[in-house]
């Protein structure tokens, strides 16, 4: 199956249109993002890559509703992000795992069906099935602290996906890991996005990463945040770790550090 | 079963110096009193049994100094001559107040020692049994008590110092015997009635205004300032108007507890509600978690260190206020007025007495609160080690 451009056939899941957003500092305004145009279509992988203070983690918070833009217009599942937030319309992964380290791996990621009121029948099938699924299988009585930090990443994506929404929003899920960890889990969860057939939204500053994940890349650059270049990805949508040798993957790679290269001059 | 052959381990500088000069000291004593018994003053060859522990200790140190002694022999061969040598002396020395003379001292120095080289060799043991490894973690602090209640009983003694400045340990264990109805009616009225139920409701409205508190901004602004100026009263000062206010039985007391434990309670779960880092807020927002969602399921376990802390100061500053309490004014009970009655007439055994009985109900009491913190914070750095 080959990836879709957003623009023909598929549902818009997040539709962004002259996006800005300042922060009010005591040394001035801080323009975090200026002028943003992007949509993302229905089961789109797409990663938000740049250099530090390029605002893409901010564009990420935009869309889930932890930060309120200041100019422009953004809906998500047709929704203000406000909505879409009160409707559980994504699943959130952030940089740390943020487990809660009084309750047992189980009890994390059951923490959001609680919080939406699901029966216990309810929350025990779906602990057992998102750990199933990100091979956590036999862990369920663990404490976080007890889990090697892969694992605790793992688990907080189980918790973002335990109550089954059509959007995931991770950053930087696994800036924190050793590198074989992060390709061991970047296959697996291209296989669970493959699976699921979820739109992901993916903050990252590796390119391989970014590259190995995506159908589109948006590259951004900083002062103030905005888009510099869009990559159509066309690699085929299942991927494993060896594609990152073949001429196509080096393309796209070098496209993307190229527009990093670019966007990165600017401000030297 | 833990091997009792541990091989000896060597020894430290400092237990070979001490051993030798126990030894040393214990050698030359014994030979100065068989020489000449009047020159040290007390009857030691005399006392049959006080020449078996002198002979038992001085046997026992050699083979601790020159042979390769196990640990665990070590432990229990110091530890039992030390008691016994120390035990004999102070048999000794009872009749005999005031008339310690230098081979007397110089034996106390000996068990001394002895009980110092135990504790070395138990702290050094490292048994992987787990409730052999409580035992002796138990066992230390145990001799060191011991052993401060047995210098304080041959100082006192030995001295003679006046039973008003300092009573022998001896005196009010006898006391303690004697009357515990009255001591036990103190404790009643002044920790059953006034500790507890004022730290129970100093406690519980502290903890509740903080959450009243943490819900409207304009009470955290106008409610802290005055808090911390109620936790500034000097509790003297306010101990006699709760008298006036509240009469001189325990509800007077239990208000000064009120006053004393409020603040401590109220500021540390302000301070752990805030605890939470901003990703833990973002994750429950991210759910659409209200407001008593996030409190119940987020903020308030990760107040509970906090909320402990609090917990554990208030449980020793509730008994000071409630026994200083008594001092301005009670019916003819409780601790404080215990205290400040019988040293007025002189009885400063029962005056020990009743401070002995504080220490430990407030030790007690301290160790139960530490006891549910471990239990409740179980996932806390500081508790899962």
Redesign the interface.
């Known amino acids: 199956m080959q990836p879709q451009p957003a623009e023909e056939t598929v549902r818009s899941v997040i539709d962004i249109a002259k996006l800005s957003l300042t922060f009010e500092t005591n040394d001035g305004p801080v323009h975090a993002l200026a002028d943003i145009d992007l949509d993302i279509g229905e089961g789109e992988f797409v990663s938000f890559i740049g250099p530090s203070g390029c605002g893409k983690t901010t564009l990420l918070r935009v869309i889930a509703d932890l930060e309120k833009p200041t100019g422009g217009s953004i809906s998500v599942n047709g929704m203000t992000p406000d909505e879409a937030r009160l409707k559980r319309a994504y699943g959130y992964v952030f940089q740390a795992a943020a487990l809660y380290p009084w309750r047992t791996i189980a009890d994390n990621i059951a923490l959001p069906l609680e919080i939406m009121g699901m029966s216990r029948a309810e929350r025990s099938e779906r602990i057992a099935r998102n750990m199933e699924l990100v091979n956590l299988a036999g862990f369920e009585r663990k404490y976080p602290w007890q889990l090697s930090g892969g694992m605790q990443q793992r688990a907080s994506i189980a918790r973002a996906l335990s109550f089954d929404p059509d959007l995931l929003l991770m950053d930087e899920p696994f800036g924190a890991l050793d590198e074989i960890v992060r390709d061991h889990l970047n296959e697996q969860l291209l296989k669970l996005w493959d699976k699921t057939n979820k739109t992901v939204v993916f903050v990252t500053h590796s390119i391989p990463e970014a590259v190995f994940l995506s159908t589109r890349i948006v590259v951004l650059c900083p002062r103030p945040g905005r888009i510099y270049d869009v990559i159509e990805s066309d690699l085929p949508r299942d991927r494993t770790l060896d594609i990152r040798e073949s001429p196509e993957f080096l393309k796209i790679a070098h496209r993307v550090r190229e527009g990093l290269r670019a966007g990165h001059s600017y401000d030297d | 079963m833990m091997s009792v052959a541990q091989p000896a381990a060597p020894k430290t500088p400092v237990a070979r110096i001490l051993s030798t000069g126990a030894l040393g000291v214990a050698v030359a004593a014994s030979l100065l009193a068989v020489i000449d018994g009047e020159s040290l003053e007390l009857y030691l060859i005399d006392t049959p049994s006080l020449a078996l522990a002198v002979g038992a200790a001085i046997v026992l140190l050699a083979a601790y100094r020159f042979a390769r002694v196990g640990r665990v022999y070590a432990c229990l061969g110091l530890g039992a001559g030390s008691y016994a040598l120390a035990f004999s002396l102070i048999a000794l020395i009872t009749p005999h107040t005031g008339d310690a003379g230098a081979g007397f001292w110089a034996y106390v120095v000996v068990a001394w020692a002895m009980a110092w080289l135990c504790v070395e060799e138990m702290a050094a043991l490292e048994p992987r049994d787990p409730m052999l490894r409580r035992l002796v973690s138990l066992a230390i602090p145990l001799t060191f008590g011991i052993w401060l209640l047995i210098l304080w009983q041959v100082l006192v003694v030995g001295f003679a110092v006046p039973r008003v400045l300092l009573p022998p340990p001896s005196e009010v264990w006898l006391r303690l015997l004697a009357s515990p109805e009255v001591l036990w009616k103190d404790f009643q009225q002044t920790f059953l009635k006034g500790v507890l139920i004022g730290y129970a409701i100093g406690c519980a409205s502290g903890f509740l205004i903080a959450i009243l508190v943490d819900r409207v901004p304009f009470l955290r602004r106008g409610l802290l300032p005055i808090g911390n100026l109620v936790s500034a009263l000097p509790i003297i000062g306010v101990a006699p108007i709760m008298v006036m206010w509240f009469g001189f039985d325990w509800p007077s007391k239990a208000a000064v507890v009120i006053i004393m434990t409020f603040f401590p309670m109220l500021v540390n779960t302000v301070t752990g509600l805030a605890a939470a880092d901003r990703?833990?807020h973002?994750?429950?927002?991210?759910?659409?978690?209200d407001h008593r969602?996030t409190l119940v399921?987020?903020r308030l376990?990760m107040a509970m260190p906090f909320i402990f802390n609090a917990l554990k100061i208030n449980s020793t500053l509730a008994l000071i206020g409630a026994i200083v309490a008594e001092f301005f004014g009670t019916p003819i009970v409780g601790m404080g007025f215990r205290i400040s009655t019988e040293v007025g007439r002189m009885n400063i055994d029962m005056v020990w007495a009743s401070i002995a009985v504080a220490a430990l109900a407030g030790s007690l009491f301290y160790g139960l609160v530490a006891l549910v913190e471990r239990v409740v914070?179980?996932?806390?750095?500081s508790v899962?080690g």
């Open positions: 990703i833990q973002d994750l429950m927002h991210t759910y659409a978690a969602q399921k987020m376990p914070t179980f996932w806390h750095p899962r």
